[in-house]
């Protein structure tokens, strides 16, 4: 029998050569620096691939619009966010103790939420989160509950507690009732603390 190069599967995204994954990661945090620094409303395709060092056509044939790419960004930024959570430094990350990081998991989350809200505007998600997202942030939350001896429903427990840090709610209590974020991760707390029983 011969050796032949395995098939690839197919729902597997194709391999991605390595000077096309770096050009990807050097536009994408460009993009995060550009937004972070002038706003979503000032960043066009073409700012970023000279913040980037790539020519504006590599920006377009990777991303092809605005929405796109800010849609990509996000992506990127959760990826880098949900690893701090897994292996991270305590207590957001291993190593503290299951109630300390479910409320810095908490503050992080709806901190990264209001700091991202022009990106989910931008890419044009209707403010809601991918269902990897969701899947991801679900079942921390789960693995923590259990963790802390929690009974009850626990998949619906871990969706009360996630609900509050979904842009819809957090921009009405932010921008509309002009609500402290103090005030708003504190009541979070509390919240996540009588679900525990703590």
Same mark, same amino acid.
């Given at each position: ?12 995204? +194709? *391999?991605? %050569? ?5 050009? %990807? ?51 990127? @930024? ?12 305590? +207590? /957001? ?7 300390? %990081?479910?409320?810095? !998991?908490?503050?992080?989350?709806? @901190? ?7 990106? !989910?505007?931008?890419? @044009?998600?209707?403010?809601?989160? @991918?269902?990897?997202?969701?899947? !991801? ?6 693995? &923590?509950?259990?963790? /802390? ?5 626990? +998949? ?5 507690? &996630?609900?509050?840090?979904?842009? +819809? ?5 932010? *921008?509309?009732?002009? &609500?402290? &974020? ?11 603390? *009588?679900?525990?029983?703590?």
């Amino acid at each position: 029998m011969t050796d032949r190069p395995l098939l690839p599967l197919a729902d597997a995204a +194709p *391999r991605e %050569r390595s000077d096309a994954a770096r050009n %990807r990661d050097a536009v994408l945090a460009a993009a995060l620096r550009l937004v972070d620094e002038h706003g979503v409303a000032a960043v066009t395709m073409e700012s970023v691939a000279e913040a980037a060092g790539v020519g504006k056509g590599t920006v377009f044939r990777r991303f092809e619009n605005r929405s796109g790419l800010f849609a990509a960004v996000l992506d990127h @930024s959760e990826a880098r966010w949900q690893e701090s959570v897994m292996t991270g430094e305590p +207590p /957001l990350g291993p190593g503290a103790l299951a109630l300390d %990081r479910l409320l810095a !998991f908490g503050d992080s989350r709806i @901190s990264r939420t209001l700091s991202h809200a022009e990106l !989910f505007g931008a890419a @044009s998600t209707g403010h809601t989160r @991918s269902y990897p997202v969701w899947s !991801f942030t679900s079942l921390h939350v789960q693995h &923590l509950l259990r963790e /802390l001896d929690v009974t009850g429903d626990i +998949p619906l427990l871990a969706a009360a507690l &996630l609900a509050p840090m979904e842009m +819809p709610i957090l921009s009405q209590q932010v *921008r509309i009732e002009k &609500l402290p &974020l103090p005030r708003i991760v504190a009541a979070w707390q509390d919240l996540a603390r *009588r679900v525990v029983g703590a």
